[in-house]
């Protein structure tokens, strides 16, 4: 299987437009478009796939981040967050356009994010890590950007998977979570392909 983008190459930055955040003084709002993602070459036995995008680079604790005057080192110890769970997606779908699935900023997230018919879409990290705020608090479905600490000295990765399934649909609702997607895909992963982009908020980090 391939997968790629007319957004950015694998192992390339992610633009701007397609982030959560983006540099300002020190992070701005960005626009938080869904990526343009094409994929082919899946198993002939293949009967639906599951999009995910993850960030294996997150902090592992948050003292240092986004704090003035202190830098999140880069050889803290790391752990994932997702940004993106998708299922159920129809075996004739091989392309989502570039912001068909998340073309701005949701507070308190989006409910109903757009997808192929029949598809179902998962909670996304946010969700957690707005929990308690006021104004941004709640469930974050679908897609939404790169948004890495701005004074972390790691360059953060973004890995876009696409997993080719060997049954027509997974038995998850709206709001599924990576663990019960990867207990619910276990053993019907026929083949992968993945597509990673790179963010930083740290003037001092290239991409």
């Not at 992610?14 to 540099?23: L, N, V």
């Not at 608090?137 to 998977?161: E, M, V």
Request: glycine share 10%; hydrophobic share 40%; proline share 9%.
């Amino acid at each position: 299987m391939h997968l790629r983008s007319d957004n950015f190459a694998n192992d390339q930055p992610i633009p701007a437009e397609f982030a959560f955040g983006k540099r300002g003084d020190p992070v701005a709002l960005s626009d938080n478009r869904s990526p343009q993602l094409a994929w082919k070459d899946a198993p002939p036995a293949t009967r639906s796939f599951v999009l995910t995008c993850i960030d294996p680079d997150v902090p592992s604790r948050g003292d240092d981040v986004n704090q003035a005057d202190r830098t999140v080192p880069a050889d803290l110890p790391r752990v994932e967050f997702v940004h993106w769970l998708m299922a159920n997606i129809p075996v004739e779908c091989g392309e989502l356009a570039a912001g068909s699935c998340s073309d701005g900023l949701t507070a308190r997230g989006k409910h109903a994010p757009f997808g192929p018919p029949g598809s179902v879409q998962g909670v996304n990290d946010y969700t957690s890590w707005f929990a308690g705020d006021a104004a941004m608090g709640g469930d974050y479905l679908g897609y939404d950007g790169p948004c890495p600490p701005w004074n972390d000295a790691l360059l953060h990765h973004y890995h876009f998977k696409i997993h080719a399934l060997d049954v027509a649909a997974l038995p998850l609702v709206k709001g599924f979570s990576l663990a019960e997607l990867r207990t619910a895909m276990a053993g019907h992963v026929l083949a992968e392909a993945e597509l990673v982009g790179t963010y930083s908020l740290n003037p001092a980090v290239a991409g």
